[in-house]
């Protein structure tokens, strides 16, 4: 294409001639640390790619299959892509498009890593509900760790600095390396069945991420999602999160903190326990005072200290009506002895006896009948007279009938 400054080339011209040059470079595989992704909710994604060793940089467009393809793909991760150059007619920009992207090197291992993790999860073992409570004083606390580690010093340090009574059963396991996984796995078992160990502690100082690896071993997470000791993970420092720790009960950032989780401070314990007895003391000394107030308030009350004043009206009461019960009874006494000594009179004058006394007499004849009459009884015959002193023997010697007179 000539050109000079009496006949210049226009510039969309230019333009489109390197975009045709560019074109013409097709497709090439990349090695490369992706740094920044956009992702929108269109087809069309957008990454910034950028040199491992050079201080260089592009933007990258990407299908939205194309990206998901790759699975996890944290800004950091080193990446293989296959891509292909272009350049846009109105920034007249280059960019690549990316037709294929896989993760390289250490971003590969965390690609394994979150799919096993994501299968896990789908079974549902990093379910909250699974966790289970720690115990508040444990009888013993079991130890996972590695021989003579700096985790296993911290956490036996700790321990006895905030509970010095507190008993350990340590099993040493290999916490790196191919058959590191099996060693914890037996260690964690052995801890597991002991009926002493009331919570176990798994822990590691920091490490790569290939140190790490054996605690996101799928073996050694589905047992301590198996254990029925609650199971405490200190691994590493407080970035590092294997998988073992989304299974475990409580993960602990460091064994330090691991140590401050599984036992109290016997120092804040006591200090506790004094102030609890002191609320606990001026809580009884109100309470007796109060009962003492009232006891003081009921004795300061008249039936209280007078037991009787209350029955002081009920006697009068009671007075009035024994007067009167007894007026009423001698009244009726003398009434009915009034109507004795009246009924006494008319049976005494009406009395035989009383007849007797005026000077008359009861005759009986022979055979005991009551003589009336002169024609009761026969010239002859012997008869009774019951007087008031005694008794005559009278015989009949004559009967004389009274004359009735017209």
């Given amino acids: 294409m000539n050109s000079s400054r009496e006949q210049p080339q226009p510039l969309g011209r230019v333009i489109g001639a390197v975009k045709d040059w560019v074109g013409r470079l097709g497709e090439i ?12 909710s269109g087809a069309t994604q957008f990454m910034t790619f950028r040199d491992r060793v050079a201080n260089m940089s592009v933007q990258v467009t990407a299908s939205a299959v194309v990206l998901d393809s790759a699975g996890p793909l944290p800004e950091g991760s080193r990446v293989t892509a296959r891509v292909r150059p272009r350049v846009w007619d109105k920034a007249t920009s280059l960019s690549f498009e990316c037709l294929e992207i896989h993760v390289a090197g250490e971003g590969q291992l965390l690609l394994r890593l979150e799919q096993l993790k994501r299968k896990l999860q ?15 004083l444990p009888r013993a606390i079991g130890l996972v760790t590695g021989r003579g580690s700096d985790a296993e010093r911290d956490v036996l340090t700790n321990v006895a600095r905030r509970w ?9 396991a290999l916490v790196q390396g191919i058959d590191s996984a099996a060693s914890l796995m037996t260690a964690l078992a052995r801890l597991d069945a002991d009926p002493e160990v ?3 502690i798994l822990a590691r100082g920091g490490g790569s991420l290939e140190d790490l690896l054996s605690f996101s071993d799928e073996g050694l997470v589905r047992a301590v999602a198996a254990a029925k000791t609650p199971v405490v993970t200190a691994i590493g420092h407080e970035r590092d999160t294997p998988i073992v720790d989304l299974v475990a009960d409580l993960r602990a950032s460091t064994p330090t903190d691991a140590a401050r989780r599984v036992v109290p401070d016997h120092v ?13 003391n001026r809580a009884v000394d109100v309470l007796l005072t109060r009962e003492e107030h009232a006891i003081s308030a009921l004795r300061s009350r008249p039936v209280m200290l007078d037991p009787t004043s209350a ?29 004795l000594r009246a009924a006494v009179s008319s049976i005494r004058a009406l009395s035989p006896k009383h ?17 009336s009459s002169i024609a009761d009884a026969s010239v ?9 002193d005694g008794e005559l023997t009278l015989d009949v010697v004559q009967t004389n009938p009274k004359e009735q007179h017209g």
């Fill in 29 to 40: 595989w990349v090695d490369a640390q992706v740094v920044e992704i956009k992702r929108r």
């Fill in 122 to 136: 789908a079974e549902g073992l990093f379910d909250d509900h699974r966790k289970r409570r720690l115990p508040l």
């Fill in 164 to 172: 010095p009574s507190a008993i350990f059963r340590v099993e040493h």
């Fill in 198 to 200: 009331d919570v176990i």
């Fill in 268 to 280: 804040e314990e006591s200090a506790g326990l004094a102030l609890a007895r002191t609320r606990l």
């Fill in 311 to 339: 029955f002081s009206a009920h006697y009068e009461r009671l007075t009035l009506f024994r007067h009167r019960l007894g007026s009423a009874v001698e009244h009726r006494l003398r009434a009915e002895e009034a109507d």
């Fill in 355 to 371: 007849t007797l006394e005026r000077g008359y007499a009861v005759l009986v004849g022979p055979g005991h009948e009551s003589v």
């Fill in 380 to 388: 002859g015959e012997r008869i009774r007279a019951y007087l008031a």
